[in-house]
Nanobody, 124 residues
């Protein structure tokens, strides 16, 4: 079982920045493909960004490209999401997710473990 704990959410004005963190425990972190998802009120959960086990490969959805950066520190079992130039449309609960894998690429689906989520609110 993998336990994921997110932190770093909050209230920020449009154009501002936040950095989310996700600490994992219960499994060797370097064998987990990781991702950030978000869910806004009344909408389905959607993938924001994903990163491979070693951190070499990343994937972003179009609406965050150039604004968000996903990264990980395997020595600290932690994944990050740096969010810059935030927009009101980015308001959502952000979740980190993990998938056990032997493969080296990113995963856009099939995640097994989820955190409890952290609220991000961007005011206009």
């Amino acid at each position: 079982q993998v336990l994921l704990v997110e932190s770093g959410g909050g209230l920020v004005q449009a154009g501002g920045s936040l950095r989310l963190s996700c600490v994992a425990s219960g499994h060797t972190f370097s064998t987990l493909a990781m991702g950030w998802f978000r869910q806004a009120p009344g909408k389905e959960r959607e993938l924001v960004a994903a990163i491979s086990r070693g951190g070499i490969h990343t994937n972003y959805t179009n609406f965050v490209k150039g604004r968000f950066t996903i990264s990980r520190d395997n020595a600290k079992s932690t994944m990050f999401l740096q969010m810059d130039r935030l927009e009101p449309e980015d308001t959502a609960v952000y979740y980190c997710a993990a998938k056990r894998t032997f493969l080296s690429g990113v995963r856009t689906g099939g995640y097994e473990f989820w955190g409890q989520g952290t609220q991000v609110t961007v005011s206009s």
